[in-house]
């Protein structure tokens, strides 16, 4: 069975600050992909980020960063320079080969003015 | 980028009723959908795969006679909740993939509430 672990169900981070979200995951697929999602208090899941099991480098979107570290099954987010507007809850997900997707319970991030 | 629109955003209904919630592709044919289940402050939870012709693949511990899905489409999936109870309140969302698509992200509806009163 899949498993997506977020053992933070809270975080706090002052502005212009970087934080890290961990995220640990366990699978026996070959191939799986890495996610993290943004939900806002509206719910929409808005994408930020993707790391395949293959990629050998960690994936980067603008302030977003992952630190993927395969052996330790850990994907970890990064945001740097926080701004107030990133104060949302954050999904780590798994892809698996079906296209499932299995959630983590998710970080509640606050950003300090 | 790829839009998936779900259809109602909110709804209220008595409980006994059924509701049908839709979940469109608008630029892009998805052979298959996926529905998840978001209670308040918890995760998402996958219900079922929405496979295009074919029935719907349910996880475990979900009854499929009372969420019904059709995905009589590429671009249409519907779940309806039937003989809705205040329990089934929640928040649902559906996902889908591009056909073709590379690996990256799957697209999510925006999501409808629903309240059973």
């Known amino acids: 069975a899949q498993k997506i672990t977020q053992t933070q169900p809270g975080m706090f981070v002052q502005e212009k600050e970087a934080v890290t979200l961990d995220c640990t995951y366990d699978t026996s697929d070959p191939s799986y992909g890495l996610f993290w999602y943004k939900q806002p208090s509206s719910g929409e899941m808005i994408f930020l980020i993707y790391q395949g099991s293959y990629d050998q480098q960690n994936a980067t979107e603008g302030r977003y960063s992952l630190n993927f570290q395969k052996a330790r099954k850990s994907a970890n987010l990064v945001i740097s320079a926080s701004q107030l507007g990133d104060s949302a809850m954050y999904f780590c997900?798994?892809?698996?080969?079906?296209?499932?997707?299995?959630f983590g319970t998710g970080t509640s991030l606050t950003v300090i003015p | 980028g790829a839009v998936v629109s779900q259809h109602p955003s909110r709804v209220i209904c008595k409980s006994g009723t059924s509701v049908k919630i839709e979940c469109r592709s608008l630029d892009f044919q998805a052979t298959t959908m996926f529905w998840y289940r978001q209670f308040p402050k918890q995760s998402l939870m996958l219900m079922a795969t929405?496979?295009?012709?074919?029935?719907?693949?349910?996880e475990q511990g979900v009854e499929k006679d009372k969420f019904l899905i059709n995905h009589a489409s590429l671009t249409l999936s519907t779940l309806t909740v039937t003989s809705a109870h205040p329990e089934d309140s929640s928040f649902y969302i559906c996902?889908?993939?591009?056909?073709?698509?590379?690996?990256?992200?799957?697209?999510f509806g925006q999501g409808t509430r629903l309240t059973v009163v």
């Open positions: 929405s496979n295009e012709g074919s029935k719907a693949t349910y």
């Open positions: 997900a798994m892809r698996r080969t079906g296209n499932q997707f299995y």
């Open positions: 996902s889908a993939r591009a056909q073709g698509a590379g690996s990256t992200e799957a697209f």
